[in-house]
């Protein structure tokens, strides 16, 4: 499970002769082992700071650190590894790799580790039967319903048995009830692979399954508190 | 696997960029096929004339020597051994055309020669005549398959033309032996004795000259000789030394006969090489085209596999390795069109003695590996392209 602080981060683009503040002076700390949810609206900063915990994006000012440990000093390929054996991410479109079947899809970050070890494709087995995709394992992506794919999104996201899961709009292409579903599954992993969830959305009903909500606007925190459960 | 699906995705466009490859490696395999044989052809004439000096009149005069003037020649410090040479056509009256093969021809021969030459031949049956065998002839393989002989056969030589005037003379010869294949002119040529050469000879003269000088006293050339394995600078210093030394005779250096061969087969390489380049860089754009379309459509495959961990260098490799796949494709699919169609081409001359492809193990070699340098070479602004991608700008592309 991996503890993630972020220290004043900012994150600022040149559109044309303007500078936007996709994100500004952010600073917050995620437990290990927590579901928070990111919500806010279109343009608030969610995705931005979904990919600087990710390690996809440098910031223009402040600190990323995971583990206590800053990113900052990382070089590329260091930031590559660190994402493949640390970093699972779940996105909207599920991103499945349509030449490869499910079991290979689910393997596939293993591909890019140093040392893959000999259990990939029993962890990916196990995974898959934990997604409930047992009886799809040769298919194709287009063979497969939108909740389907991105149940094979969440078991390749957990392949690296990673610290931390990040989801972008993980639930925004399926509908309502697989939907539910879905966020059932991840919820479940969270608890059972011990692994922290970040995720990005627009989907209230997600939010409020998570344990923390966090709210941004205009690349600010505006809001962050324990979401509370009903007993 | 990978590699295949994602080919196979773009059916129609990856046929097509197969299809460029194909033609580029199949221009490269016939054209190579072509200048091999011409190669091989002039190789062999390289071998002969680089080990001997040819002999002849001097300029002006007709191709008629005494036999006696090999005596003069032996005298030239050097000189090893000479042989009087003969040689005739073996279809006299067709049409001689400028053609990729040796016409057929009847050469005088004698056995004491193979020591000497560097062109050795082999026998694929029968046996050698001998130095003064009368009414034998050994075939080589292409003439003895145009002729339709094998061993034991007789056939009648110069061969009787269908509009043969009255006056035609030829003999009966026995196929002694058959030789293997040489790709050079030994495949073409019959040989008979010195002694039937002669006579051969003496029936190509006007009557007056034939029967008052004796067939055995006249020669159209000498072929001559250094010590075995004297190189060519020798052979030229001896050819030099019969030019000062001797009269009415004229000494071709082996050098000079060696450089219009290899001048002759380095035009034609040339020509063949430049048009095969062609359409191997017309194939190889077409895999530039490909690649960079599969990388524009891919944008998102590589931004996910660069989020699961992939390095920059995995991306370079695996678009590399796409690249070199369809050029290891299009290439082998090419080179077995050339090599059947040149075969097949092959076949159909055969009959007539005229064969005009070789596929060689280095002509091989040289396909399979263009074809997979050229799909590599192709491929490598395509994956640098995909490999230096952000990964956040190739995730948020929309398909």
């Keep these: 499970m991996a503890n993630i602080e972020l220290v004043d981060l900012t994150k600022h683009y040149r559109q044309g002769r303007s500078l936007v503040r996709a994100l500004d002076g952010v600073s917050l700390e995620i437990e290990?082992?927590?579901?928070?949810?990111?919500?806010?609206?279109?343009?608030?900063?969610?995705?931005?700071?979904?990919?600087?915990?990710?390690?996809?994006?440098?910031?223009?000012?402040?600190?990323?650190?995971?583990?206590?440990?800053?990113?900052?000093?990382?070089?590329?390929?260091?930031?590559?590894?660190?994402?493949?054996?640390?970093?699972?991410?779940?996105?909207?479109?599920?991103?499945?790799?349509?030449?490869?079947?499910?079991?290979?899809?689910?393997?596939?970050?293993?591909?890019?580790?140093?040392?893959?070890?000999?259990?990939?494709?029993?962890?990916?087995?196990?995974?898959?039967?934990?997604v409930g995709l047992t009886d799809r394992i040769k298919h194709r992506p287009d063979e497969l319903s939108g909740g389907q794919q991105q149940r094979v999104a969440i078991a390749r996201a957990l392949i690296n048995r990673p610290a931390m899961v990040l989801g972008d709009e993980p639930t925004g292409s399926v509908d309502t009830q697989t939907s539910q579903e879905l966020v059932g599954l991840m919820r479940w992993l969270n608890r059972e692979e011990n692994v922290t969830f970040v995720i990005v959305t627009h989907d209230l009903e997600l939010a409020a399954r998570a344990d923390r909500m966090i709210q941004l606007k205009d690349g600010r925190v505006m809001a962050d508190e324990p979401v509370l459960h009903a007993a | 696997m990978e590699i295949i699906r994602n080919m196979a995705r773009r059916r129609l466009r990856t046929t097509l960029t197969v299809l460029g490859i194909v033609i580029g490696i199949f221009a490269l395999t016939t054209m190579g096929a072509m200048a091999e044989h011409f190669n091989a052809l002039l190789d062999g004439g390289v071998r002969y004339f680089g080990s001997s000096i040819q002999v002849g009149a001097s300029d002006g005069q007709a191709p008629i020597l005494p036999v006696s003037k090999a005596d003069e020649l032996m005298q030239v410090a050097g000189v090893e051994a000479v042989f009087p040479a003969y040689s005739f056509a073996a279809k006299p009256g067709g049409l001689r055309v400028v053609s990729f093969?040796?016409?057929?021809?009847?050469?005088?021969?004698?056995?004491?020669?193979?020591?000497?030459?560097?062109?050795?031949?082999?026998?694929?049956?029968?046996?050698?005549?001998?130095?003064?065998?009368?009414?034998?002839?050994?075939?080589?393989?292409?003439?003895?398959?145009?002729?339709?002989?094998?061993?034991?056969?007789?056939?009648?030589?110069?061969?009787?033309?269908?509009?043969?005037?009255?006056?035609?003379?030829?003999?009966?010869?026995?196929?002694?032996?058959?030789?293997?294949?040489?790709?050079?002119?030994?495949?073409?040529?019959?040989?008979?004795?010195?002694?039937?050469?002669?006579?051969?000879?003496?029936?190509?003269l006007p009557a007056t000259f034939r029967g008052p000088l004796g067939a055995t006293q006249l020669a159209e050339s000498f072929t001559v000789y250094g010590k075995p394995g004297a190189s060519p600078a020798e052979l030229d210093a001896i050819a030099n030394r019969i030019n000062q030394q001797t009269t009415g005779l004229k000494a071709t250096k082996p050098s000079d006969s060696v450089n219009a061969f290899k001048s002759g087969g380095a035009v034609f390489t040339a020509v063949t090489t430049a048009a095969a380049m062609l359409a191997l860089v017309i194939g190889g754009l077409s895999v530039v085209n490909t690649m960079i379309m599969a990388v524009t459509e891919r944008f998102r495959e590589i931004g996910l596999k660069k989020a699961v961990g992939a390095h920059t260098g995995h991306v370079l490799r695996e678009y590399l390795a796409e690249a070199t796949v369809i050029g290891l494709v299009g290439g082998g699919l090419g080179y077995l069109l050339g090599v059947i169609l040149t075969n097949v081409i092959n076949l159909a001359g055969r009959a007539s003695n005229l064969e005009l492809f070789l596929v060689t193990p280095t002509l091989t070699a040289i396909a399979l590996g263009f074809s997979v340098a050229l799909g590599a070479l192709a491929g490598v602004i395509p994956a640098f392209r995909a490999a230096r991608l952000d990964p956040v700008t190739a995730l948020r592309t929309t398909s």
């Design chain 1, 32 to 130: 290990a082992g927590e579901f928070v949810s990111v919500v806010g609206r279109s343009g608030s900063g969610k995705t931005t700071l979904l990919d600087l915990i990710g390690l996809l994006l440098r910031p223009t000012g402040g600190r990323v650190l995971i583990d206590g440990v800053d990113t900052a000093s990382m070089r590329d390929n260091q930031r590559a590894d660190e994402r493949g054996q640390r970093i699972g991410f779940i996105f909207q479109e599920y991103n499945l790799l349509p030449a490869l079947n499910v079991l290979e899809n689910v393997m596939l970050p293993l591909r890019y580790r140093k040392s893959r070890g000999k259990d990939g494709r029993a962890r990916a087995l196990e995974l898959l039967e934990a």
């Design chain 2, 101 to 204: 093969g040796i016409p057929d021809e009847i050469v005088s021969h004698s056995p004491s020669e193979n020591g000497y030459n560097a062109l050795k031949t082999s026998f694929a049956h029968g046996r050698d005549i001998a130095d003064n065998s009368r009414g034998e002839v050994v075939l080589g393989s292409g003439i003895a398959n145009d002729l339709k002989k094998k061993v034991g056969d007789q056939i009648d030589l110069p061969v009787r033309p269908q509009d043969a005037k009255a006056d035609f003379i030829n003999h009966n010869f026995t196929v002694v032996g058959v030789l293997n294949t040489t790709r050079t002119a030994p495949d073409s040529f019959a040989y008979v004795s010195i002694p039937d050469a002669q006579m051969l000879f003496n029936d190509t």
